[in-house]
């Protein structure tokens, strides 16, 4: 039960919501797969009309292109939103008002299973993964949790239709468990609302991520609450946006150069830590320079692969598990990205020292 009447409260909130979240999607997604058009054979215009404009979602790109100096050179008109992620991004997909969203692997899977035709245009890794893990597995106090193995029985905060719901499938695969052999709790992953899932002895485990994998033992470690590796790559990243944008000659083409802009801030952040800690970090998110400095200490190098083969392959991995283990019907994940872009965010930061490969 929560430690404080305040936490008991928060849960049942949190519960609550999450529920009506769950519900609506249930109510107001298609009941079929998208059908993911094909533009292969689609020529992009090789120049973009000045005029033509675009939204993105992608607020830690753009403080980065301000930063940098880049954001007044795009030769275009782009409207910013200040959203990102699969839930946010999904919906503003749905009402016709964005045309590229950051996010991981899996809002786009999530998807195409409620209907929803979308299109990968990059992508972007970290070049050791393992060693420098997006999310590390919270364990509460008093969970009797040290190692994946001891997940059976367990109470496991769950999001589907977002990375960290698709991790703890793949930590579940991994230690040779299913859902069936542990209890998982639907709660969303966002804000603090893991952490004090844990802290109040809600759940068991729940996937960490950012400065909470910093923050909670802090809190909670005399107590017992700890993190524990999971040891699986977990840092796919990519620009996502709805197929009918990338439909459309002027927007594809605009896309495509935004595309650069994209692959020249991922490297510019990676070789400026000490800008992007005062500019992003402190200023813009209001963290404190201590955090700040752990996030830039732990979040790696970026890779921009210039071939989506091994990317592409990977993520069919990824559909395969969800599709087994959420009754979904399993599809090519190829469908997915357009491949027009595949070289774009690599060749823009050809020559700079960034890594173009995959990760490792």
Not at 103 to 132: C, Y
Not at 229 to 256: C, E, F, M, N
Request: net charge negative.
């Amino acid at each position: 039960m929560p430690s404080t009447p305040r936490a008991a409260v928060l849960l049942a909130t949190v519960l609550t919501l999450s529920a009506a979240v769950l519900t609506g999607c249930a109510d107001n997604t298609a009941t079929t797969t998208a059908s993911s058009k094909d533009l292969s054979d689609v020529e992009i215009p090789k120049t973009v009309d000045p005029d033509t404009e675009i939204t993105v979602g992608s607020p830690e790109i753009q403080v980065a292109l301000k930063l940098s100096g880049q954001i007044d050179k795009i030769p275009f008109k782009v409207k910013w939103a200040n959203l990102s992620g699969g839930p946010q991004c999904s919906e503003a997909f749905r009402a016709n008002s964005l045309d590229v969203c950051s996010a991981a692997e899996i809002p786009s899977i999530h998807a195409h299973w409620t209907g929803l035709d979308t299109k990968l245009v990059a992508a972007a890794f970290r070049t050791d993964p393992i060693k420098n893990p997006i999310y590390e597995l919270g364990i509460a106090p008093g969970a009797d949790i040290d190692s994946l193995a001891d997940l059976r029985g367990k109470r496991i905060a769950y999001s589907p239709g977002q990375a960290q719901g698709a991790l703890v499938l793949r930590i579940l695969a991994k230690a040779g468990l299913t859902k069936e052999d542990v209890q998982l709790v639907e709660l969303p992953s966002t804000g603090d609302v893991y952490p004090t899932a844990l802290g109040g002895g809600q759940v068991d485990a729940a996937p960490l991520g950012g400065v909470n994998i910093k923050r909670y033992p802090a809190k909670y470690g005399k107590d017992g609450g700890k993190t524990i590796p999971h040891g699986l790559r977990d840092d796919p990243s990519h620009l996502w946006v709805p197929t009918a944008s990338v439909s459309d000659p002027q927007k594809a083409a605009a896309i495509r150069e935004f595309v650069t802009y994209w692959a020249k801030a991922e490297v510019w952040i990676d070789t400026h830590p000490e800008e992007w800690i005062e500019g992003y970090y402190v200023k813009d998110q209001g963290l404190s320079r201590e955090d700040g400095e752990y996030l830039v200490k732990t979040g790696g190098h970026p890779a921009i692969p210039g071939d989506w083969t091994e990317t592409i392959a990977n993520q069919q991995k990824t559909v395969d598990l969800l599709s087994k283990e959420t009754d979904q019907k399993s599809f090519d994940a190829a469908i997915l990205f357009d491949r027009r872009f595949e070289k774009a965010g690599a060749e823009a930061v050809a020559g700079t020292g960034a890594e173009t490969g995959a990760g490792s």
